[in-house]
């Protein structure tokens, strides 16, 4: 059974920074290519960030370009979100989940159901 355990999410202040790291189990993490997905309210999902199995290559959503760097440590079934200059447009819950279009079509969808419980960042003074 696939688990997505995402942690690291909290409360920022505009400019401020955090770590979200997903653990991953119950499929082949290490070939997969994974991805940060984000909820906001009243929003639709939107993948801000993927990076290949190896992690050679990463790719962001403009809305994030230069602020947040994904990385993953396959030895530890581990993938990361590191978050810089937030701002309150940040605000969401973040799920990790493997970048493949079966995920993206649910992320378009709003189908969490099959998700992580994700990790609330708020980015508020």
């Known amino acids: 059974q696939v688990q997505l355990v995402e942690s690291g999410g909290g409360l920022a202040q505009p400019g401020g920074s955090l770590r979200l790291s997903c653990v991953i189990s119950?499929?082949?993490?290490?070939?997969?290519?994974m991805g940060w997905y984000r909820q906001a309210p009243g929003k639709e999902c939107e993948q801000v960030a993927a990076?290949?199995?190896?992690?050679?290559?990463?790719n962001y959503a403009d809305s994030v370009q230069g602020r947040f760097t994904i990385s993953r440590d396959n030895a530890k079934n581990t993938v990361y979100l590191q978050m810089h200059s937030l701002k309150p447009e940040d605000t969401a819950v973040y799920y990790c989940?493997?970048?493949?279009?079966?995920?993206?079509?649910?992320?378009?969808?709003?189908?969490?159901?099959?998700w992580g419980q994700g990790t609330q960042v708020t980015v508020s003074s």
């Open positions: 990076i290949s199995s190896v992690g050679d290559t990463t």
């Open positions: 119950g499929f082949t993490f290490s070939t997969s290519a």
């Open positions: 989940n493997a970048d493949v279009p079966l995920v993206q079509a649910m992320c378009a969808r709003g189908d969490f159901e099959s």
